[in-house]
């Protein structure tokens, strides 16, 4: 498996608390992005990031923002959870000039 | 914009072929991809094709390729139990690395 690590892998939060999720990688790739996955939609691109500190807005970016301070972590916050955003989360990482993005297993967060 | 259509379900016996389809409508991809998605995990890549090719073939997989009627296949020989999952196609176009838009997945069953 590529070297990326998603954590937590689980997380139970209430409505309106802040949330942070975390994608470190150890492959020094360029390229990491935050993926949701909900049933019927596949996984829709929520942020992403060229470089550190450059980052840039996907399809389904309202209720996000991230960060990418150093080129092995890429954090993805909920500023204030909402029942919408109860989903699995992904991140991937790419180097760029490859043909493939690595996933990470995945973050189960469930908001009530 | 990109969207990316594949059908829900699909339920073969062991030892059939299968054929997952996949249609999407920007032409602009670069690289059409299929990851494959067990229980619980991450998405595993298995294949994918550039545009410019038609056909691609690795072991037990065949992906063809219509770029006129933007169309993707993947088809998987002597079909295993192990392959049951969801698999998912993607395309990408060549901007910020390997950014990837999904279709909403195709959950394989296969029977004994």
């Known amino acids: 498996d590529a070297g990326i690590t998603q954590s937590p892998r689980h997380k139970v939060t209430e409505t309106g608390t802040p949330v942070t999720l975390r994608c470190h990688q150890t492959?020094?790739?360029?390229?990491m992005y935050w993926y949701r996955q909900d049933p019927g939609h596949g996984l829709r691109l929520i942020h992403y990031?060229?470089?550190?500190?450059?980052?840039d807005k996907g399809e389904v970016s309202d209720g996000y923002s991230v960060s990418r301070s150093k080129t092995e972590d890429f954090l993805l916050t909920l500023e204030s959870a909402t029942s919408s955003q109860t989903s699995v989360y992904f991140c991937a990482i790419s180097s760029g000039g490859s043909t493939e993005a690595f996933f990470g297993q995945g973050t189960r967060l469930t908001v009530v | 914009g990109e969207d990316v259509e594949q059908s829900l379900f699909l339920s073969v016996r062991e030892g059939d072929s299968s054929v997952i389809n996949c249609t999407y409508t920007?032409?602009?991809?670069?690289?059409l991809y299929w990851y494959k998605q067990e229980p619980g995990a991450g998405l595993q890549l298995l294949t994918y094709i550039f545009s410019n090719m038609d056909m691609k073939q690795d072991q037990r997989l065949t992906v063809l390729l219509n770029k006129k009627d933007k169309h993707l296949s993947l088809r998987i020989a002597d079909t295993q139990t192990g392959d049951s999952a969801i698999y998912f196609c993607a395309e990408s176009i060549r901007n910020a690395g390997n950014m990837l838009t999904f279709g909403g997945g195709t959950r394989l069953m296969v029977k004994p």
């Open positions: 990031s060229y470089g550190v500190k450059d980052t």
């Open positions: 920007d032409s602009s991809s670069t690289y």
């Open positions: 492959e020094n790739h360029r390229y």
